[in-house]
Nanobody, 119 residues
């Protein structure tokens, strides 16, 4: 079965930077979409950024100009470069992937990595 593992979370001061990484393992025939979501306590999970198989990227308005998503399809990896971090960015960040595996499609999630932006 496909498994996603995130890394790179931690504590950072406002204005700082952090890079999140996600690696997918298992048999993946093709990657349709990969992205990052986040969920803060008391909030709904929201999409932060995504990247499609053709390289098209989408960002939440709140992170445009500050976050950059990139991927390495050959290695089934996706990254999120986060700059100019704000306290409002504090959340658990989840890696998401929509893959074709063995002739079927599946939506997969990582366990999440905590990002805390605080002085």
């Amino acid at each position: 079965q496909v498994q996603l593992v995130e890394s790179g979370g931690g504590l950072v001061q406002p204005g700082g930077s952090l890079t999140l990484s996600c690696v997918a393992s298992g048999i993946i025939d093709s990657v349709k979409i990969m992205g990052w979501y986040r969920q803060a306590p008391g909030n709904q999970r929201e999409m932060v950024a995504s990247i499609g198989s053709g390289g098209t990227t989408n960002y939440a308005d709140s992170v445009k100009g500050r976050f950059t998503i990139s991927g390495n399809n050959a290695r089934n990896q996706v990254y999120l470069q986060m700059n100019s971090l704000k306290p409002e960015d504090t959340a658990v960040y989840y890696c998401n992937g929509y893959f074709a595996t063995g002739g079927s499609f599946g939506d997969y999630w990582g366990q999440g990595t905590q990002v805390t932006v605080s002085s």
